[in-house]
């Protein structure tokens, strides 16, 4: 066969099978959205988009104004929403009418309560003050919205009675060196850091400190039953001469007889005659260094075992016990009060001269400033020294023939206190008792108590030192 007739055939053949190949590789093309983004579209049939796209996510490749266009065809409901334009705010849920049911009744049920001044059994929030009781609202952890969904959920599981989980605290006055306000401040001594001298007001509070292992009504039930263990209580020997009102502004003298008259007796019941002799161990003025000579010591070691037999004393122990904060061997409980009561830190300039007990149970000067005393029988020896003057009272609260809580106005050696508060009549083991339990359950937190059938609640600040956890400052706060 001629060689030309072979290549010729060979030619043919491999045009034939390019051919093919050409044919093939236009198909993929074809098939190929992102090698012909000009000529080859995609069509969205979702719900949302009905345009003509030229990728294979239609969202994506519309322009900017088709895809907002698109968007905002899409009606976007409120997340809160107030079920027949009360003050219960409830989460607006579209995706099911039952729920939603389930909450606006949940919400009215909250506002009719509220409107009876049932709130302690729900965990609620006023969201912007819009329940204008002058209520103060308090939220450990959770954002105000999440405690207002809790709330709207308790429905029939809810908390039983005597618990919550927030907090509704009254309105009260706070009297600071001469302003009156309509707030609760917590006030910082800028030497020190530490938080909380004298801030009063009125509290009615119910809320569960998470970290702390106690229920408020738990803390109510306690201080009543505290009270009617104060075997020891000498108030039938206190007369307190009130006179007139006054204010933490007014320089007017409304009281020109003593605060208090009281009896000898009072002086021979074995827990106040051992406080009263620790009163001369303390020098005033915190910048000036102190030292505990050992006869001081064997004093407080006195009042210690003197007050810690008492029934007060054993039922605090036991309450404490019973929270896990104490261990069974009674030293332990001797060792935490020698230890928050009586150790000595510094307040001023480095100087080792203050504790919690003087100043709680004594007084403090600071910067020409009056500092603690919120004990009784403290004030009344100052009173007999002509150091102290009662310029008139704001508040007292009655503990039936156990004594009171008063806030009142004084001038401490000369220099004006314009807030202060102290238990009158009470016997210090009930002091040391209550401001002990408040300080281990609820330190630098509101404790509420009730006695006499009287609420309030008592503060009590860490003052932290080396290390150690002491007593900064603890008063009742009316």
Not at 100 to 106: L, S
Not at 320 to 342: A, Q
Request: glycine share 8%; with cysteine; aromatic share 8%.
């Amino acid at each position: 066969m001629p060689s030309g007739f072979v290549y010729s055939l060979i030619l043919i053949v491999v045009l034939i099978v390019a051919d093919i190949f050409c044919v093939n590789i236009r198909g993929q093309n074809q098939n190929n959205a992102w090698s012909t983004p000009n000529s080859t579209q995609y069509t969205s049939n979702g719900p949302q988009f009905n345009q003509k796209s030229t990728t294979p996510w239609p969202a994506l490749g519309q322009r900017p104004q088709q895809r907002n266009a698109a968007l905002s065809n899409t009606k976007r409901e409120p997340t809160w929403v107030r079920p027949n334009n009360g003050t219960i705010w409830v989460r607006n849920n579209p995706s099911g009418q039952n729920q939603n049911n389930n909450q606006a009744q949940n919400g009215q049920r909250i506002q009719a309560n509220l409107d009876r001044g049932l709130t302690s059994n729900y965990n609620v929030q006023f969201i912007n003050n819009e329940k204008n009781t002058g209520l103060n609202l308090h939220s450990d952890k959770n954002s105000a919205q999440n405690a207002l969904l809790d709330a709207l959920n308790v429905g029939n599981r809810g908390l039983q009675p005597g618990q919550s989980r927030a907090t509704d605290v009254g309105q009260g006055t706070t009297q600071i060196a001469g302003t009156d306000s309509n707030k609760k401040n917590i006030l910082t001594e800028p030497s020190t850091g530490f938080r909380g001298q004298d801030n009063h007001g009125d509290d009615n509070v119910d809320a569960k400190q998470a970290d702390s292992g106690v229920e408020d009504y738990e803390l109510r039930e306690f201080s009543e039953e505290l009270l009617g263990k104060d075997v020891n209580n000498p108030n039938r020997h206190v007369m307190i001469n009130l006179q007139g009102k006054t204010t933490s502004r007014s320089s007017k003298d409304e009281a020109p007889l003593p605060l208090l008259n009281i009896s000898q007796a009072v002086y021979d019941m074995p827990s106040v005659s051992k406080l009263v002799t620790l009163f001369n161990n303390y020098i005033l003025e915190t910048n000036q260094n102190e030292v505990s000579t050992p006869q001081e010591k064997i004093e407080e070691n006195d009042l210690l075992d003197t007050i810690l037999p008492t029934p007060v004393m054993q039922h605090t122990r036991n309450f404490l016990i019973k929270k896990g904060k104490l261990g069974k061997d009674p030293k332990e409980f001797k060792d935490l009060m020698r230890l928050i009561w009586f150790n000595m830190y510094s307040r001023q300039n480095g100087r080792i001269g203050s504790s919690g007990f003087e100043h709680i149970f004594l007084a403090e000067l600071k910067n020409n400033q009056v500092s603690g005393l919120h004990n009784w029988l403290y004030f009344h020896e100052e009173e007999k020294k002509n150091n102290a003057n009662y310029l008139g009272y704001m508040k007292k609260i009655d503990l039936g023939n156990k004594g009171s809580v008063l806030k009142c106005h004084f001038v401490f050696h000369n220099v004006d206190k314009p807030v202060g508060s102290m238990f009158i009549g009470t016997s210090p083991e009930l002091e040391m008792a209550l401001y002990t339990t408040c300080f281990v359950l609820r330190a630098d937190k509101i404790c509420p108590l009730k006695m006499n059938g009287n609420r309030f609640v008592i503060r009590t600040y860490t003052y932290r030192y080396r290390g150690k956890n002491m007593i900064g400052s603890a008063f009742p706060d009316i």
